[in-house]
């Protein structure tokens, strides 16, 4: 469905008429773009082009137009219990027979969140 309307505001300009109408016609769609897409249409152009989040919604806050690709997360510390504290080790291999962590939970980004981190702008 998003990829429909994402066609259907990409193939509107083309269908205007050279004249005021037509201009009219794209300044409206353009206007309702960015409450729907937060980005207008060129912005839809751009960032399907770059693969990248781009949009002049960007420049209001204050950002760059497009968004910046986020490095891979730090990988967590390991901490176990000790005597009335927590330890943390940023390396647990020099442990000998590490033993159990505090909380026990991911060590790293799984395949299907590292390729959700790193997919290309449209989604479709």
Request: overall charge negative.
């Amino acid at each position: 469905m998003r990829a429909l309307c994402l066609a259907a505001l990409m193939v509107l300009p083309m269908l205007a008429a050279c004249g005021r109408e037509g201009s009219g016609a794209f300044a409206a769609a353009d206007a309702a773009s960015i409450p729907v897409f937060h980005r207008a249409i060129p912005d839809l152009f751009v960032s399907a082009v770059s693969g990248r989040d781009c949009s002049v919604v960007h420049l209001d806050e204050g950002k760059p137009y497009c968004t910046e690709r986020e490095p891979p997360p730090d990988p967590p510390t390991y901490c176990t219990r000790s005597l009335g504290i927590v330890d943390c080790w940023v390396n647990p291999q020099v442990l000998p027979g590490p033993p159990p962590e505090v909380a026990d939970g991911p060590r790293a980004l799984t395949p299907a969140q590292e390729a959700n981190r790193t997919r290309r702008w449209p989604d479709l």
